[in-house]
Every structure is written in structure tokens, then in C-alpha cells.
């Protein structure tokens, strides 16, 4: 009982830290007195920390006398994995975003410090406060991860087998929630604003840099884990529109039209409706997202636990999409803008293009995501939507966007100069020609690679250009460092980023190859000018996990695909094998043997030899490109997040 109360009481802790800091941050705006709200904030955040400290410790001794543990560790469960066995189901996954949001919450008082007497940060904060709060609440209830555990448990569950299978479980969680957390800051800030009828000043823009670094963090996070799901789930793919997938995409669609449709505000103050909206939809969306992925509400191969909790986390995105309309109904003449967009094909036009397709495709990603809900609800029946009804939208969109890359930054405000476009743009158009003929010549025939060499050139060029801009006023300043600092910089890496990112993704998928071959040990096949060759089984037996391997040579190189139980849950994946390099992944999986017919989700072949096996092997070309883009994309927005402050963002 030890560790139970001294969970709770840490949790109590950290909602009086909150619920103090709220009330006293309300008294601080009614007396017009500057609010204690640091200490507040930082009694929250010890409190979280200590219940972190109360369940990791418990985690890594193994000690089941709380039922969670019990639940979600073994005693031959790896120290790594015990670890991230916090954030493996709702319980302590809350315990991660409770600690996130406190530390953004000290942060956030911390940055605006000198600030604090202005009635928006005021109002911001108590909006943070009041969140952290009902986060912290729900584990003193309905989700208590410190539940003492009667029985006498001497071995333990373990953690899902999917979750103890790859390292990425250590940094992919976390990220996904650091951008869902990250989230709350635009959010209390546009609450803030419509409370005060302060929506004119510099707060968007301000803004803008916190929403930055929670997309970064959220971007980061969806491609580690399209990067986990091709390397753990044995299908060979990295994205599936799965519910849980479309839950982290929502906000990150609102999230990116914000983010570029503010820089239209502090230039030409439109979009003030827009924004936001945007940054309250954006945040409800990842309340939406959790509800999705920890209610149980939904099927989906990435959710690892359900609760009671849907009615609360159902309500809680209720209630902020009703106060964000009241709000915006409310101080609806204040936003109106005394101008307009002067020309569609100028830079502000193009934005108001960006915002109705990022907007319109997560209208369509949450209509998908919902109706199987909707229909089951009405009908009684189950039904599901697939990837066809999503790429359907998303690969018209896709170019769309590539071609909005490739033109916006180099149009002007208020009005479109076709000589002066073309002039800048001619370069890369000329280039992304040469480029398509040259694949042509060498025998590229695929409609879709070839538009997307000719958009992603283009969308490179335009960024190119701008870099260099960069680059040459830091070397006039006799600094070259100084270019990271300037306003553009960090979003045209973010456009590279994606770039080559969309190249990954387009030339991948297009020349795709997925074979199922039968071989005996010592023979080898060809598959898409790949040697594969069987050379042997080998049995692999550790207190984890015990594992019929194949080692499996691709060129050379040698692979282990396998198929593992894990102990404790007793449950049987197939483990992938990839050799990958810059031109092309070789994907391989043990799907069935003639020995003893273990598969891992093909059929199992009973006309087998007993030493023979049927491998699955998937050819994929360029995919790392999709990883190396999704990572230039989260350096490009920690680049953006630091950058000087600047009166002027026209050219981000």
C-alpha cells in the first residue's frame, strides 16, 4: 500500500498546485494584482514529477503490488521497456502528458514573466491551470494508475507484445504527446484573446512560435511512428489511415494552416477569424485524438488500452468547441478585417488556398474516421473506411500543395506580377524539365513519379532561392550562423523537408514490388534484382521471448525475420527483417514453415517440406528518403522556434 498512497498523495499534490494556481490567477485578473502563478505551477509540476518517480520505480522493481504494474510489467521485462511501459496504457499515459503540460505551463509563465500583469497572459494561464487540473483529476478517479493490487502476483503480464518489440516505443509516444500537449499554449492564448477582445494584437504571431514547436514535435512523432509501424507490424507498409494514424493527423492539419495563415494577420491583418479558430479547433482535435485512441470507441492495431474515460474526454472536446463558438460569435465585430484579399493568385490568396485544402482534408480524414461510430450507432452493424475513400482526397491534394510550395513563396502581397514570378521561378521550372526528360530517357514511364519530380524540383527551387537569400544577408553581416535566424528559414527547411519527404512516399509506393516465395535451406531466388537466398533456422530462447528465426542473406547481407512469442502474454508477432539503404529497402518476413506451420498473418502452406519456408519480400525504393524528410522537417521546425524575433514574417 506504500506506493499506492504515496502515488496519490503526489497526484494530490499536483492538483492542488493547479487548482490553486487557477484560483489565484482568477483573484490576480479581478484585483488587478500580479498573480503568484510560478509557485503554483511549479507545486504542480513537483507533484506530477513525483508520482512519475513513484510509478517508474515501481515499473523498474518490478513491484506488483500496483495493479497497473501488475498489469503492464513482468519481472524479465527489460529495463528500456519497463520504462516506456509508463505511457503503454491510459493509466500512465496520462501520468506523461500531466508532467508535459505542467512543464509547459511553468515554461509558458516563466517566458512571459515580465509580462505577467498583461490580462491576456493572465487569462492564458488560468485557461492552462484549469486544463492541467482536469487531467490530474481524472487520475484521482476514473483512471487511478496507483489502483493497489490485492493478489500476489509473482511474474507479471508484461507489456503488449507490439510494445516491447522496437526501441522506437521509447521516443515515439512521447513526442506524439509533447505535440498534443504543446497545443494548449495557442490554445489558452486564443481563449485569452476573445475574453479580453485583445484579437488585434501581437498575440498571434506571438503565438505562432509555440505552435511551431508543437508541430515539430508532432511531426516528428508521426513519422517515427509510420517508421515503428513498418518496422514492427510485418506488413510492409508505414501508413494505413488506421483511426489511431488519422487521430495524430487532424491536429497537425489545423496546426499547419495556422501556423502559415497567422504570417497573413501580422502582414495584412487578415484571418483573424481563421486563426483563431484554427488554434481552438486544433486543440479540441487532440482532445478528439485521445478520446479516439483511449476509449476503446475504435479498433485499431495501435490502441493498447480502453476506459471509462470516453464520457469525461467526449465531453471535454464538447465544451471546448461550444466556448470557442461562443467566444467567436461573441466578439464577432472586433474580427472583422477592414481589408481583403487583393488579388486570389497573390501570396495572401495562395493562403487562403492552403487553409481550404489543410481545413478540407481534415474535414474529410475526421468524416472517415467518425462514420464507422455513426453507423454502428445507427444501424447496429459494423463498417469500416478505406484506404481507397482517403487517398482519394489525399493524392489530388497532395499536388495541389507541391505546386502551392512551389509558387507561394516566390509571389507578392496584394498583387500578382507575372514577369517578376516568372523570373524567380524560371530556374526551377527549367530544371524540374531537364529533370523529367532525364527520367524519361531512362525509362520512367510512371505518370506519378514523373509529375512529382516535376513539382518537388519546383517546390525545392522555390525554397533554394529563399535560403540563399538568407544566406546572403548573413554573409553581408559577416555572420553565416545568422541565417538560422532568419524568419524564413526554418519554414524552407520544413519545405525541403517535405519535398523529399513526398519523393520517398511517391517513387516508393509507385514501384512497389511484394513477393511470396517458397525455399528450401541453401536454395536463392531473384526478386526485383534482389539475390535472397535461405540459409538456415535457428531457435532463439531468452527469459523475454522465445523465437524461430531464418537467417535470410539479401546481396549479401544477412537478415533474421522471425517469428517470437513473447512471454508472460504469450503472444505471437512476426518480426520483420529490412536491409535498407538510400535506394531501396528489402523487407523480409517469415510468413510460414513446413515444420510446424508458425506464420506470421499468410497462410500457412500445408503442402510444405519441413524445411521449407514461404518468405514474404517487398522491394521498396527510395523509402528511407521518407524517414531522411521527416527528420529534416523537425529540424527545420526547432530552427523556426528559435529564430530572432521579427516585425516582419512576409517572407516565412
Known amino acids: 500500500m506504500t506506493l499506492t498512497w504515496l502515488g496519490r498523495i503526489a497526484l494530490y499534490v499536483a492538483f492542488l498546485g493547479a487548482v490553486g494556481g487557477l484560483v489565484s490567477q482568477l483573484a490576480a485578473l479581478r484585483s488587478k494584482r500580479p498573480a503568484r502563478a510560478l509557485r503554483w505551477a511549479v507545486l504542480a509540476l513537483l507533484g506530477i514529477a513525483g508520482a512519475i518517480g513513484v510509478m517508474q520505480y515501481a515499473l523498474v522493481t518490478h513491484d506488483f503490488s500496483l495493479a497497473y504494474v501488475a498489469q503492464n510489467n513482468a519481472t524479465f521485462t527489460p529495463l528500456l521497456y519497463s520504462i516506456t511501459g509508463m505511457w503503454s496504457a491510459l493509466e500512465g499515459s496520462l501520468l506523461l502528458w500531466a508532467l508535459l503540460l505542467a512543464a509547459l505551463t511553468v515554461g509558458v509563465i516563466s517566458y512571459y514573466r515580465a509580462s505577467s500583469s498583461d490580462e491576456v497572459v493572465g487569462w492564458a494561464t488560468a485557461v492552462l491551470f484549469s486544463i492541467g487540473a482536469f487531467f490530474t483529476f481524472l487520475m484521482m478517479g476514473p483512471a487511478d494508475p496507483f ?14 507484445a507490439l510494445l516491447q518489440d522496437n526501441p522506437l516505443v ?3 509516444p512521447p513526442l506524439l504527446y509533447a505535440g498534443f500537449v504543446g497545443f494548449t499554449v495557442p490554445f489558452a492564448f486564443a481563449i485569452a484573446m476573445l475574453i479580453t477582445g485583445r484579437v488585434q494584437d501581437r498575440w498571434p504571431l506571438e503565438q505562432r512560435r509555440w505552435t511551431v514547436l508543437a508541430w515539430g514535435a508532432l511531426s516528428v512523432g508521426i513519422i517515427l511512428g509510420a517508421w515503428w509501424s513498418y518496422q514492427v507490424l510485418g506488413w510492409g507498409g508505414f501508413w494505413g489511415w488506421d483511426p489511431v494514424e488519422n487521430a495524430a493527423l487532424l491536429p497537425w492539419l489545423t496546426a499547419t494552416a495556422y501556423i502559415h495563415s497567422v504570417i497573413v494577420q501580422d502582414r495584412r491583418g487578415l484571418f483573424r477569424v481563421w486563426n483563431l479558430s484554427l488554434a481552438i479547433a486544433t486543440f479540441a482535435l487532440t ?33 471546448t ?14 474580427l472583422r478585417s477592414p481589408v481583403g484579399v487583393d488579388h486570389p493568385l497573390s501570396r495572401e490568396g495562395l493562403f487562403v488556398a492552403n487553409n481550404i485544402l489543410f481545413v478540407g482534408f481534415a474535414i474529410v480524414v475526421l468524416l472517415g474516421t467518425v462514420f464507422p461510430l455513426l453507423y454502428e450507432a445507427v444501424n447496429g452493424t459494423q463498417v469500416t473506411v478505406g484506404t481507397p475513400y482517403f487517398a482519394t482526397i489525399a493524392v489530388p491534394l497532395s499536388v495541389v500543395l507541391l505546386a502551392l510550395m512551389a509558387i507561394a513563396p516566390l509571389v507578392s502581397w ?12 524560371r530556374f526551377s521550372a527549367w530544371s524540374s524539365l531537364a529533370l523529367v526528360a532525364a527520367l524519361v530517357a531512362f525509362g520512367v514511364r510512371h505518370l506519378a513519379v514523373l509529375g512529382a519530380a516535376f513539382l518537388a524540383t519546383c517546390a525545392a527551387g522555390a525554397a533554394l532561392r529563399t535560403l540563399r537569400g538568407a544566406l546572403l544577408a548573413a554573409k553581408r553581416r559577416g555572420s553565416y550562423l545568422s541565417a538560422l535566424r532568419a524568419p524564413s528559414t526554418g519554414g524552407m527547411i520544413v519545405h525541403l523537408g517535405i519535398v523529399i519527404l513526398a519523393v520517398g512516399i511517391v517513387v516508393s509506393t509507385s514501384y512497389t514490388t511484394r513477393s511470396e516465395v517458397t525455399l528450401a535451406e541453401g536454395q536463392s531466388t531473384v526478386v526485383d534484382g534482389q539475390y535472397v537466398s535461405f540459409s538456415h533456422f535457428n531457435e532463439v530462447k531468452d527469459p523475454l521471448e522465445s523465437s524461430l528465426q531464418l537467417e535470410v542473406k539479401v ?11 513473447y512471454n508472460g502474454r504469450s503472444s505471437t508477432v512476426g518480426t520483420p527483417a529490412i536491409d535498407s539503404n538510400l535506394l531501396r529497402d528489402v523487407y523480409v518476413t517469415f510468413d510460414a514453415d513446413g515444420a510446424s506451420g508458425a506464420a506470421s498473418g499468410a497462410q500457412v502452406q500445408s503442402n510444405l517440406s519441413p524445411r521449407q519456408v514461404v518468405l514474404g519480400v517487398t522491394v521498396e525504393p527510395l523509402l528511407a528518403w521518407l524517414w531522411i524528410g521527416g527528420l529534416i522537417v ?17 517572407s516565412a
Not at 496584394?414 to 521561378?425: A, E, Q
Not at 546481396?555 to 512469442?565: F, Q, Y
Not at 521546425?637 to 516585425?647: E, G, K, L, T
Request: proline letters at 4%.
Open 147 to 160: 489502483l493497489h493490487n490485492p493478489a500476489r502476483v509473482l511474474q507479471g503480464a508484461g507489456p503488449n
Open 634 to 650: 523537425g529540424f527545420g521546425s526547432a530552427v523556426s522556434f528559435m529564430r530572432r524575433r521579427h516585425n516582419d514574417e512576409a
Open 414 to 425: 496584394r498583387t500578382l506580377d507575372r514577369n517578376v514570378l516568372w523570373s524567380r521561378l
Open 287 to 319: 482532445v478528439l485524438g485521445t478520446f479516439f485512441t483511449r476509449s476503446g470507441v475504435l479498433q485499431s492495431v495501435h490502441s493498447f488500452s480502453s476506459s471509462t474515460l470516453g464520457p469525461l474526454l467526449i465531453g471535454l472536446f464538447f465544451f
Open 321 to 334: 468547441v461550444a466556448l470557442g463558438v461562443a467566444l467567436l460569435a461573441w466578439r464577432g465585430d472586433s
Open 555 to 565: 546481396d549479401g547481407h544477412a537478415l533474421l525475420p522471425a517469428v517470437t512469442t
Open 170 to 172: 521509447a521516443v515515439h
